[in-house]
Antibody, heavy 121, light 107 residues
Framework: EVQLVESGGGLVQPGRSLRLSCTVSEFRFHEHAMHWVRQAPGKGLEWISRISWNGGSIAYADSVKGRFTVSRDNAKNSLYLQMNSLRTEDTALYYC??????????????WGQGTMVTVSS | DIRLTQSPNSLSASVGDTVTITCQASQDIRNYLNWYQQKSGKAPKLLIYDASNLETGVPPRFSGSGSGTDFAFTIISLQPEDIATYYCQHYDSLPVTFGGGTKVEIK
């Protein structure tokens, strides 16, 4: 069974940094683009970043561009999200998501359970 | 950015009813539209991809249709386990965006 497990969330003060990780198993990680999608409490879904299978194509939502950096290590079956200059509006559950395709975007066919990030003083 | 307008925001129907949710895109997105189900406290789950293709393992009472700017998602014979919020999502271009969601409840 495909598994995606996020970690690294927590409570952080505005302006500080946090690094999220996502470790995957039971599929060929290097064959899929990956995304981060977040969901603020009680709100809808917001796509924030995509990285292609080899990291050669990366994109961000305007809301996080310049502050967040996505990366991946195919040898470790891991996806990362470095979040700098955090704002209160970044408070959300962050999902690691698999794309059906190697570059994407396409359908998001597997999701982790999410890791909660709370930005508050 | 492409905007997706879902309607209704919420609905209440009886077990066995047919339920339809619509999703309108602000511009032509061909058939680059997916539908997800999110149950309370759970991650979203892909149900329909490319507007009308049923994801593996998803019951056939779920279906999708449409192309261009107008799409529909239908549940035939609503079941108690279908209580959830449903989202449409386009992938025609970046940024990917989602509709606002439709909360489905049992009457």
């Amino acid at each position: 069974e495909v598994q995606l497990v996020e970690s690294g969330g927590g409570l952080v003060q505005p302006g500080r940094s946090l690094r999220l990780s996502c470790t995957v198993s039971e599929f060929r990680f290097h064959e899929h683009a990956m995304h981060w999608v977040r969901q603020a409490p009680g709100k809808g879904l917001e796509w924030i970043s995509r990285i292609s299978w080899n990291g050669g194509s990366i994109a961000y939502a305007d809301s996080v561009k310049g502050r967040f950096t996505v990366s991946r290590d195919n040898a470790k079956n891991s996806l990362y999200l470095q979040m700098n200059s955090l704002r209160t509006e970044d408070t959300a559950l962050y999902y690691c998501v698999r794309d059906k395709m190697s570059v994407g975007p396409d359908a998001f066919d597997s999701w982790g359970q999410g890791t909660m990030v709370t930005v508050s003083s | 950015d492409i905007r997706l307008t879902q309607s209704p925001n919420s609905l209440s129907a009886s077990v066995g009813d047919t339920v339809t949710i619509t999703c309108q895109a602000s511009q032509d997105i061909r058939n680059y539209l997916n539908w997800y189900q999110q149950k309370s406290g759970k991650a979203p789950k892909l149900l329909i991809y490319d507007a009308s293709n049923l994801e593996t393992g998803v019951p056939p009472r779920f279906s999708g249709s449409g192309s261009g700017t107008d799409f529909a998602f239908t549940i035939i014979s609503l079941q108690p386990e279908d209580i959830a919020t449903y989202y449409c999502q386009h992938y025609d271009s970046l940024p990917v965006t989602f509709g606002g969601g439709t909360k489905v409840e049992i009457k």
